[in-house]
């Protein structure tokens, strides 16, 4: 079983922050103890979530209002026994930059092979269908976790 799940995307402002927030609240229900992180791998530093993904999330009863982005670390690659991305070129981009990610860093999608294209610079639209994309994610995932 997992312990410590980080969840990366690029900048963590638009996609990381939501699946964070969601795959909390899901853990919360099953009751799993497993200690959850979010971070970029070219972070926009101290940046609050988009609003467009706070607005989202809102409407699904999820709060991103404290979310600060933050940019990924070798030591948050080293404390996670799973890291999830949003697409592949996340993925090889983490085991290119980080030793010993291979083999614990996957797609969100990875169970339903879809990736979770960027919804940054798009309409609200973009952001709707990401975030059913996170909550289909997030559920097979969940699966996985118990």
């Known amino acids: ?5 980080l969840v990366l995307c690029l900048g ?8 964070e927030a969601l795959l909390r609240k899901k853990l919360l229900v099953e009751n799993l103890d497993i200690k959850l992180d979010s971070a970029g791998i070219t972070a926009m530093v101290d940046d609050g979530a988009h609003p467009f993904s706070e607005k989202v999330s809102s409407l699904y009863d ?5 979310h ?7 030591e ?3 404390a996670s026994d799973l890291i999830l991305v949003m697409d592949d070129m996340q993925r090889r981009m983490v085991e290119e930059q980080f030793s010993g990610t ?14 979770i294209p960027d919804p940054y610079g798009k309409g609200f ?6 975030y059913h994309q996170i909550d289909r994610g997030t559920d097979e995932w969940l699966l996985n976790l118990k």
Request: contains cysteine.
């Open 1 to 5: 079983m997992f312990q410590n799940v």
């Open 12 to 19: 963590n402002i638009c996609r990381s922050p939501v699946a």
């Open 62 to 66: 999820l709060s991103l209002a404290g």
């Open 68 to 74: 600060r982005a933050k940019q990924l670390t070798e």
């Open 76 to 78: 948050m690659t080293k």
């Open 102 to 115: 291979s083999g614990k860093t996957f797609r969100l999608g990875y169970f339903g092979r879809f990736d």
């Open 125 to 130: 639209e973009a952001f709707e269908v990401m």
